[in-house]
C-alpha cells in the first residue's frame, strides 16, 4: 500500500505563475483572477511582501499548497494585509434595517436599506481560498489548512496586521456567474457586466465612489432574486462560514457594494488560531508517541520565504520535537524558531500517524 500523499504550504514565488494560472480557472475572483499579467504582478508584490520590501499596508500574502510528490500547486490562499488606503478605500454597503409607521393607516414596514461606505484605515482581509476541484474532499481537509495557515502566519508577524480581521464571502450566484444584486444595483450606475466591474474595482476604485449613489437606497424596491441574496452565503461558502463562526467572526451587516456577499469580522488576537500559536525552539527528535495535530511553520531571519507543514508533534515546553524526515523537508536545524498552531482537526483516519 503506498504511503498518502504529504504537502506542504509555502510562500507563492514568481516562477509558480503557470501553475497559479491554471489554478485560477477554478474560482475567477478579484484576489485571484484568471488573468496571467495581473497575476504575475501579484505574484511579485506577494514575493516582496514576504521579503519585507513593502510597507506594511501595501503587503499581500499569496500562499500555494504542494503536492510533496509531484510538486503540484493544488490550492492557494492570501492575506491583504490592510484594506483602505488614501488611493483606494475599503468600499462597502452597510445593511440597515429601517421601520415606518403611519397611524392613520394602522400600517406597519420593515424596510432594508443599503448605504455605501468608504474606509481609509480599514482591516487586514482573508483572501481568496482556491482548491483544484480534485483535491475539495481530499482526507488531508486542505481547505482548512490553507484557511488556517493564514493565522499562523497572522500571529508569527503579529505587528504587521490589522486589530480586525475581516472574510468576504461570496453568495448565491448564477451557474453562469450572474450576480441578481449586480443586475439589480450596481449595473444601475454604470454600464459594466458583474464580472468586468469586479475586475476592473482590483486596480481602481474611483469609478464606484464617482457613479455609486450616497444615500440610502432601499432594497424593497429590487426585485425578490436580488432581495434573496443580500447577506447571504452560496452553497460554495458554508463551509468556510461555518469555519469562521467557530473562529468568532460574525457577520458585520456589511455586505459587498457588487454581489451582495456578506463580511464578517473578528478581533484578530481574539481569533483562538492566532492566540494559540506559540513561538518554540526546535528539537530534532523523534516523537515518543503521536502529539497533538497541528501546523508547524518556519520564517527566514531575513524574512525571505515561509513554510509550513502539517503534523502531529509534541511541545514540550519552549521545545517542539520535529522529525529528522520533516526537518529536512522544511529545512529545520536544531534550535531553529518554529511556529506551532496545535488547534488543528484530525484528518481523515487512513492519514493520522499510528501509535
Given at each position: ?18 501553475s ?41 500574502y ?5 503536492e510533496?510528490?509531484?510538486?503540484e ?7 491583504i ?7 483606494s ?20 414596514f ?15 482581509e ?5 482548491l ?7 482526507p ?24 480586525k ?42 469609478f ?15 426585485n ?7 447577506g ?41 488560531a ?49 522529525p ?18 496545535p488547534r ?12
Amino acid at each position: 500500500m503506498s504511503a498518502p500523499p504529504t504537502f506542504t504550504i509555502r510562500a507563492a514565488r514568481p516562477k509558480d505563475l503557470a501553475s497559479l494560472h491554471q489554478l485560477s480557472t477554478h474560482l475567477n475572483s478579484v484576489n485571484l483572477p484568471n488573468n496571467r499579467d495581473y497575476l504575475a504582478r501579484l505574484l511579485d508584490v506577494s514575493n516582496q511582501s514576504f521579503g519585507g520590501l513593502l510597507p506594511a499596508e501595501e503587503r499581500r500574502y499569496i500562499f500555494v499548497a504542494v503536492e510533496g510528490s509531484s510538486g503540484e500547486i493544488v490550492g492557494s490562499s492570501s492575506i491583504i494585509g490592510k484594506l483602505g488606503t488614501s488611493d483606494s478605500p475599503y468600499i462597502f454597503l452597510d445593511v440597515i434595517e429601517e421601520e415606518k409607521y403611519s397611524s392613520s393607516l394602522d400600517q406597519h414596514f420593515r424596510h432594508l436599506a443599503l448605504r455605501i461606505g468608504f474606509s481609509f484605515d480599514g482591516p487586514s482581509e482573508l483572501g481568496g481560498l482556491v482548491l483544484d476541484p480534485k483535491y475539495r474532499r481530499h482526507p488531508a481537509r486542505l481547505g482548512r489548512i490553507l484557511s488556517w495557515v493564514r493565522f499562523l502566519f497572522i500571529a508569527c508577524r503579529r505587528e504587521l496586521f490589522q486589530a480586525k480581521l475581516l472574510a468576504e464571502l461570496l453568495p448565491p450566484l448564477e451557474p453562469d456567474g450572474t450576480s441578481h444584486m449586480w443586475e439589480a444595483y450596481g449595473r444601475r450606475f454604470c454600464n459594466m457586466s458583474y464580472a468586468e466591474a469586479d475586475s476592473r474595482s482590483a486596480q481602481d476604485k474611483s469609478f464606484i465612489r464617482d457613479l455609486f449613489p450616497s444615500g440610502l437606497v432601499y432594497a424593497s424596491l429590487m426585485n425578490e432574486q436580488a432581495q434573496a441574496v443580500i447577506g447571504q452565503v452560496g452553497p460554495q461558502t458554508i463551509g468556510v462560514e461555518r469555519m469562521l463562526r467557530e473562529l468568532g467572526f460574525r457577520y458585520a451587516k456589511r455586505i459587498d457594494p457588487f454581489d451582495g456577499g456578506p463580511h464578517y469580522v473578528a478581533n484578530t488576537d481574539d481569533v483562538p488560531a492566532v492566540a494559540d500559536t506559540r513561538a518554540l525552539r526546535a528539537r530534532i527528535a523523534t516523537p515518543a508517541g503521536t502529539g497533538s495535530y497541528g501546523l508547524v511553520g518556519r520564517i527566514r531571519a531575513d524574512d525571505s520565504d515561509f513554510t509550513a507543514h502539517p503534523a502531529c508533534l509534541s511541545a514540550e515546553g519552549n521545545s517542539l520535537a520535529i522529525p529528522p524526515a520533516l526537518a529536512e523537508r522544511l529545512d529545520i536545524d536544531e534550535g531553529d524558531e518554529l511556529w506551532w498552531l496545535p488547534r488543528l482537526q484530525y484528518p481523515d483516519a487512513s492519514l493520522r500517524p499510528s501509535k
